[in-house]
């Protein structure tokens, strides 16, 4: 089956949401025939090519969506990459190219807990995943920051507890997300848990979860998002390496 051509989107506003994390709203006439609902789906953004290098595309989550428009959220850092780089110069107006949406991974709601882990990049997922949680859901979720500044006040149910770890220089400390899931008192009942954050980072927590006994391989949700020094098409080939 092919794929349908990317669409070209407008970009609409920015909101600096925290120091490293700014959303930028795009819609126009491109969003016509967009499926609604995509909220946590994943788009493929195609940047613009610097000098003679070629388009770079790069993945993002749907943060939220409306009436013919889309938030994505970008983690903007010094040592800004093509993504983070346009996302800060962009202007309002300025237009881009957007493929998919591609499958929403959620939590089973059915499940007796819920166990949310991630960091700035897997965090607008996150929050869809919280958000759509029953009111009464029990559980965690723990979320990787670079600075304090930038804990987002987040629609969780009010049994969530939310813990913030900070890691100014993610992807150098493997242990940081781990070492906090490991401190959780481990609830009782069948739980559904959803992961993604750095790649190292997510091969500790992958082998910690998948030795839990009441952790169901089917209600596990656990993905790299990016590796520290390593492009996205590399990444790719090392995710499924990693199996």
């Not at 993002?60 to 993504?83: C, K, L, M, N, S």
């Not at 300025?94 to 929403?104: A, E, R």
């Not at 009010?158 to 997300?177: A, E, K, M, Y």
């Not at 998002?225 to 990444?235: C, F, M, N, Q």
Request: proline share 7%.
């Amino acid at each position: 089956m092919t794929r349908p051509a990317p669409r070209e989107l407008t970009l609409l506003r920015k909101q600096q949401i925290t120091p490293n994390m700014l959303r930028l709203t795009l819609g126009g006439r491109g969003m016509a025939g967009f499926p609604d609902e995509q909220a946590s789906a994943y788009v493929k953004l195609v940047f613009p090519a610097q000098g003679e290098a070629r388009p770079v595309m790069r993945t993002y989550t749907v943060r939220a969506q409306r009436e013919g428009e889309i938030d994505i959220d970008f983690v903007v850092h010094q040592d800004a990459g093509p993504a983070s780089r346009w996302a800060q110069q962009a202007q309002a107006g300025d237009s881009i190219l957007v493929g998919g949406p591609g499958p929403k991974k959620m939590l089973d709601n059915s499940a007796d807990w819920f166990l949310l882990i991630g960091d700035m990049t897997a965090l607008p997922a996150l929050s869809v995943n919280l958000e759509q949680l029953p009111r009464d859901a029990r559980g965690y979720a723990v979320i990787e920051i670079l600075d304090q500044a930038d804990q987002q006040l987040l629609d969780a149910p009010d049994n969530i507890d939310i813990h913030w770890v900070l890691n100014p220089h993610p992807g150098t400390s493997d242990n940081s997300l781990l070492d906090q899931v490991q401190q959780l008192p481990w609830l009782e009942g069948r739980p559904s848990v959803w992961c993604a954050c750095e790649f190292s980072s997510m091969r500790r927590l992958r082998d910690h979860l998948r030795a839990q006994p009441e952790v169901e391989r089917s209600n596990l949700y656990i993905s790299s998002y990016w590796k520290l020094g390593v492009g996205e098409e590399a990444h790719k080939v090392l995710k499924q390496a990693a199996g």
